[in-house]
Structure formats: structure tokens, C-alpha cells
């Protein structure tokens, strides 16, 4: 087992953060920053003060998805988040470049530090739940991340191949290894519901989402379908709008404690 190292440090003096969820994938373009934004905006609406921390550094969707493309603001205390239509605290490193197009050729050291930033010098301010997006994969930089962030729950999401793949065995048996609860998994692409007929089709086949679930002694928490307009929702910065959310029984879930 590896041996967590504790890097955390406390957030900035001015925030006070309760649950810190972790949103994982075994890689990228699953659709984790779809679910984390979407969660987000869920919860907010169930009137909790919410917060998105976007530790997917190299690929950074948060900002957009929110509609949000100023740049964050600074002063001696700290900088301050961006705040969305809908109340929910935003900080992510395309906040913060001059370009929204700039890429980020940084080493995985440098990019945990900026994350490890995120909670430090941000000011927060008050936070029910703050939901980390964090970046793809088992590799070393969402290792870093996890040392550097107090998570207390981690949801992960998975494409239907990653499920045959064990792609999603590896993330959960990482944040297993570092002693993080798993809240459960998110099944995306789960199936297709045809505009035209209504019917849902499974376009990978029957889901493995709960057999792979049973295996692993974990919950399914939502199916995601193939849904074009989510999709361009988040483009166009609409996530907050869009209805029904596909996470809004999970958020329900978190307050209720049911997760
Ligand atoms: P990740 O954060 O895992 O890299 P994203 O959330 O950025 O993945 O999603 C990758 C792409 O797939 C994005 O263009 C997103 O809009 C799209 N997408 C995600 N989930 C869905 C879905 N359920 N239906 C349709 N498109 C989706």
C-alpha cells in the first residue's frame, strides 16, 4: 500500500469549507467535468453554498461550462473565486491565464502546487460542499492532487468501456489505497434515448455499471444517457439552466446523507 504522505494545509483564513468531494476518472473524456459541473449546479440549487475546485489543470472545462470567461480577481488576502448565475464558487487556471487557449506545459509537480494553491490562497469564503474535478487517470499528478487536498469522499465516473476495461478498478483501488471513501460511481454514455421513438437503446451493450459496482462493494449513483443537449449546454455555458439535471438525485442523496 502506499503510505499517504499528509501535504495538506489548512485553506485560506477567510474560507470555511465543509464536505470536499473529489469527481475521478480512470481517463479522460469520460465525463467527469460534465458531471462535476452539473453536480455543482444541483446542489446549488438545493441551496447549499457550493464550490468547484478545477484541479483538471491541462484540460480546464469548469469556467465554460458555467459561462464564466473574465479573470479572477486578486488582492493581498488571497483571490477571489469567480461566482456563476447560480451562486457556486468557481477557481480553475483558466481563470487565472491571459489566453483561455494558452496551453499548460508544466510538470506534475508544479501543476499539484497550483492546485494545492487552489485551496490555500483562494478565498473561499463560506462552502457547504466543494466538488474537485479532478485530472484523468492513476498517474502522478491526481496522486498529488489527492495528498494535496483534504478530500473526504470521492464519486467516479466511467465511460461503459472503462467498466470492461478496468480502467475504473484502477481509479478505485487508488483512492482506496489513500484511505478516501468512495461515495460510488457514475455510469455515463450509459444509453441513448431516441428522440424520434423515446426508446432507450444501449449502444455499448447491457450496462456492467452494477455488476462491476457489486464487485467492487460500491453504489451506483446515476446513469447518464447520451444527451446531445447536455452536451451543447455545457459549451454554451448553460449547465446551470439545464433541466433535469442528470445529477440532481445525487445531490439530493449527499444532504440527505444517503451517499
Ligand atoms: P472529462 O472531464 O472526463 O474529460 P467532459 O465532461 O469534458 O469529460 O466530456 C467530454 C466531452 O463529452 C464534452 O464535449 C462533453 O460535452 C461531452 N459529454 C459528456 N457527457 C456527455 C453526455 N452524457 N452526453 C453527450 N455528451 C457528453
Not at 138 to 157: A, C, N, R, Y
Request: charged share 20%; glycine share 10%.
Amino acid at each position: 500500500r502506499t503510505a499517504p504522505m499528509d501535504l495538506h494545509a489548512p485553506c485560506n483564513e477567510l474560507s470555511s469549507v465543509g464536505k470536499v468531494i473529489a469527481v475521478v476518472s480512470g481517463k479522460g473524456g469520460v465525463g467527469k467535468s460534465t458531471v462535476t459541473c452539473s453536480l455543482a449546479a444541483a446542489m446549488a440549487r438545493l441551496g447549499k453554498k457550493t464550490a468547484v475546485l478545477d484541479a483538471d489543470i491541462t484540460g480546464p472545462s469548469v469556467p465554460t461550462a458555467f459561462g464564466i470567461h473574465e479573470h479572477a480577481v486578486g488582492s493581498e488576502l488571497g483571490i477571489y473565486p469567480a461566482v456563476s448565475k447560480g451562486g457556486v464558487a468557481l477557481m480553475s487556471l483558466n481563470l487565472l491565464t491571459e489566453n483561455e487557449t494558452d496551453p499548460v506545459i508544466w510538470r506534475g509537480p508544479v501543476i499539484a502546487g497550483t492546485v494545492k494553491q487552489f485551496w490555500t490562497d483562494v478565498i473561499w469564503g463560506d462552502v457547504d460542499y466543494m466538488f474537485v474535478d479532478m485530472p484523468p487517470g492513476t498517474g502522478d499528478v491526481p496522486l498529488t492532487v489527492f495528498q494535496s487536498l483534504p478530500v473526504d469522499g470521492v464519486i467516479v465516473v466511467t465511460s461503459p468501456q472503462d467498466l470492461v476495461s478496468m480502467i475504473v478498478t484502477k481509479a478505485v483501488k487508488m483512492a482506496e489505497m489513500m484511505n478516501i471513501p468512495i461515495l460510488g460511481l457514475v455510469e455515463n454514455y450509459s444509453y441513448f434515448k431516441c428522440p424520434d421513438c423515446g426508446g432507450e437503446h444501449a449502444l455499448f451493450g447491457e450496462s456492467k455499471a452494477d455488476r462491476v459496482a457489486a464487485e467492487l462493494g460500491l453504489k451506483v449513483l446515476a446513469r447518464l444517457p447520451i444527451d446531445p443537449a447536455l452536451a451543447a449546454a455545457c459549451d454554451e455555458g448553460r449547465v446551470e439552466e439545464y433541466q433535469p439535471n442528470p445529477m440532481a438525485g445525487v445531490a439530493e442523496a449527499l444532504v440527505a446523507g444517503r451517499v
